[in-house]
């Protein structure tokens, strides 16, 4: 059975240690892609600056400084990805 997702340009996607690494590569390719992004990781201003690259590129994202080691800080990432893309 094939399985049939749909385009990234459709999606919301939210990346976890966006701000360095495979994170933020995944970020950049997604937010390349057209996928409306939600970036979460410890660093502010990491975070900030990929949210203004991708802004300028004219991709859609925003960020949430958090440490998914905290289910407090995952439920404030699900809390702004609804609030701000809808749920």
Known sequence: ???SLKPLRNQVIVITGASSGIGLVT????????????????NEDALRQ??????????????????????EDVNRIADAAIAHFGG
Request: proline content about 0%.
């Open 1 to 3: 059975m094939a399985i």
């Open 27 to 42: 970020a950049r390719m997604a937010a390349k892609q057209g996928a409306k992004l939600v970036v979460a990781a410890r």
């Open 50 to 71: 990929l949210v203004e690259e991708i802004r300028a590129s004219g991709g859609e994202a925003i960020y949430v400084v958090a440490d998914v080691g905290r289910e």
